[in-house]
């Protein structure tokens, strides 16, 4: 079992930068690859970003590539996501996830087995 929290949802306006954390515990974090997934209103649940295990491999979906970058501190258990250049088109739910390690890094929601409870961002124009 894994415990995941996010942290740093917030408030901004669109070309402000945020930062989101997301903390696990309960099992080695290091067996894990880990995800953020975002969530609109009245839209499906949506592939953000991934790191590998070991953090040497990263995914993004296209409209965040430039702008976000993912990261992975085994010492402190934690995984962030720096948002720049925020559009208001990325507000949303923000969903830390958790599975644990393969070969491949899923990007599809249904292959991550631990969420956190999402952290609120809104960007205005």
């Known amino acids: 079992q894994v415990q995941l929290l996010e942290s740093g949802g917030s408030m901004v306006q669109a070309g402000d930068s945020l930062r989101l954390s997301c903390a696990a515990s309960?099992?080695?974090?290091?067996?894990?690859?880990m995800a953020w997934f975002r969530q609109a209103p009245g839209k499906e649940r949506e592939f953000v970003a991934a790191?590998?295990?070991?953090?040497?491999?990263?995914k993004y979906t296209a409209s965040v590539k430039g702008r976000f970058t993912i990261s992975r501190d085994s010492t402190k258990n934690s995984v962030y996501l720096q948002m720049n250049n925020l559009e208001p088109e990325d507000t949303a739910v923000y969903y830390c996830?958790?599975?644990?390690?393969?070969?491949?890094?899923?990007?599809?929601?249904?292959?991550?087995?631990?969420w956190g409870q999402g952290a609120q961002v809104t960007v205005s124009s």
């Open positions: 309960g099992r080695t974090f290091d067996a894990f690859h």
């Open positions: 996830a958790a599975q644990s390690a393969s070969a491949i890094i899923p990007i599809s929601p249904r292959e991550y087995a631990y």
């Open positions: 790191i590998d295990w070991a953090g040497a491999v990263t």
